[in-house]
T-cell receptor
Framework: QKEVEQDPGPLSVPEGAIVSLNCTYSNSAFQYFMWYRQYSRKGPELLMY????GNKEDGRFTAQVDKSSKYISLFIRDSQPSDSATYLC???????????????FGKGTMLLVSP | ETGVTQTPRHLVMGMTNKKSLKCEQH?????MYWYKQSAKKPLELMFV???????ENNSVPSRFSPECPNSSHLFLHLHTLQPEDSALYLC???????????FGAGSRLTVL
């Protein structure tokens, strides 16, 4: 079983739709969860960063973590064409006081929002 | 300059060439990373440097040779690469464990 599973898409939606992006993971030791957005020909940029279970909202974006199910979600409300990108989930495996973070990534989901 | 800067953005090289990728971070971070991104695969961690010391090397072939002369600069030296090494090479930096990484825009490498 792969450590982080993510549907690669593409996911095509019309402008204004609510988008749900998801990842499942197998390592119960993960405590922090990240979503990165990557535009074509660019590096990934951090979108959301959450700790443990629950919801976190930032504008049109909501990150949700369910540690009991090992399932995380990113919701995008009122999606815009500018949201068209690949969305990567990631979880860090840093050793305590190691000073660095080893991220395990999903493959990424490509999102296409049409006008 | 802010964030993480990578040069060159695009590189085409033959299998017998020697080239280097450069990364510079302006964030005061203590750790720097090289990742490889290939189509339809998750990002693959190649190397980690923490406080200028290499702390991880994920079974990367010796034709890839990293160098970290100081906490702000990271290089990836390339020699006798194979066509399957064609990919986007991403540099990143971070401050502490379990914290997000800040990525550069990447260097797109094509090996002929």
């Amino acid at each position: 079983q792969k450590e982080v599973e993510q549907d690669p898409g593409p996911l095509s939606v019309p402008e204004g739709a609510i988008v749900s992006l998801n990842c499942t993971y197998s390592n119960s030791a993960f405590q922090y969860f990240m979503w990165y957005r990557q535009y074509s020909r660019k590096g990934p940029e951090l979108l959301m960063y959450t700790y443990s279970s629950g919801n976190k909202e930032d504008g049109r974006f909501t990150a949700q973590v369910d540690k009991s199910s090992k399932y995380i979600s990113l919701f995008i409300r009122d999606s815009q064409p500018s949201d068209s990108a690949t969305y990567l989930c990631a979880m860090p495996e840093g050793g305590f006081l190691s000073g660095y973070s080893t991220l395990t990534f999903g493959k990424g989901t490509m999102l296409l929002v049409s006008p | 300059e802010t964030g993480v800067t990578q040069t060159p953005r695009h590189l085409v090289m033959g299998m017998t060439n020697k080239k280097s990728l450069k990364c510079e971070q302006h964030l005061g971070h203590n750790a720097m990373y090289w990742y490889k991104q290939s189509a339809k695969k998750p990002l693959e961690l190649m190397f980690v440097y923490s406080l200028e010391e290499r702390v991880e090397n994920n079974s990367v072939p010796s034709r890839f040779s990293p160098e970290c002369p100081n906490s702000s600069h990271l290089f990836l030296h390339l020699h006798t690469l194979q066509p399957e090494d064609s990919a986007l090479y991403l540099c990143a930096s971070s401050q502490e464990e379990e914290r997000p990484l800040t990525f550069g825009a990447g260097s797109r490498l094509t090996v002929l």
